[in-house]
């Protein structure tokens, strides 16, 4: 069996490639990535875009927003929030890490209300972005 690494990426970067299944991918891509699935998002993405048909180049591309410090933090300070009625004002790597079972918790919680509102407001921008360019591409030919 000849692998051709070429030849499958541009199946990838085909499959489900327009606007709306660009912004669906995207969309799923940072609602997973905003969760605490920690060392599992890739696996999770690859998991949910091939069981939904999605763009997995996307999905895993637009999941680097998501990355530590501002959207975990954003997560944590929300869910602190929800638990104690107040935001959490000393957030250094001390806190989080020595109350780590606390802070996922808080993580998830903020995951919660923050990842579904990122996902539209990604999904959205991406798929406005994508019918543009679609456009432009066709006014052009």
């Given at each position: 069996m000849t692998y051709r690494p070429i030849k499958l990426?541009?199946?990838?970067?085909?499959?489900?490639a327009s606007p709306v299944g660009l912004g669906l991918s995207a969309g799923v891509g940072i609602f997973l990535g905003t969760l605490p699935l920690i060392s599992t998002h890739t696996l999770a993405i690859?998991?949910?875009?091939i069981r939904l048909r999605l763009n997995k180049i996307m999905a895993l591309a637009i999941q680097n927003l998501c990355i530590p410090p501002f959207v975990p933090v954003a997560c944590i300070e929300?869910?602190?929030?929800?638990r104690h009625g107040r935001w959490l004002t000393d957030v250094s790597?001390?806190?989080?890490?020595?109350?780590f079972h606390d802070r996922l918790w808080e993580w998830l919680l903020g995951s919660l209300i923050i990842a579904?509102?990122?996902?539209?407001?990604?999904?959205?921008?991406?798929?406005?972005?994508a019918k543009a360019l679609q456009n432009r591409i066709a006014s052009n030919h």
């Open positions: 990426l541009k199946i990838l970067l085909k499959e489900n690859i998991y949910v875009t929300l869910g602190y929030y929800m790597m001390d806190v989080i890490f020595k109350q579904p509102i990122l996902a539209v407001i990604v999904g959205m921008s991406v798929f406005f972005t």
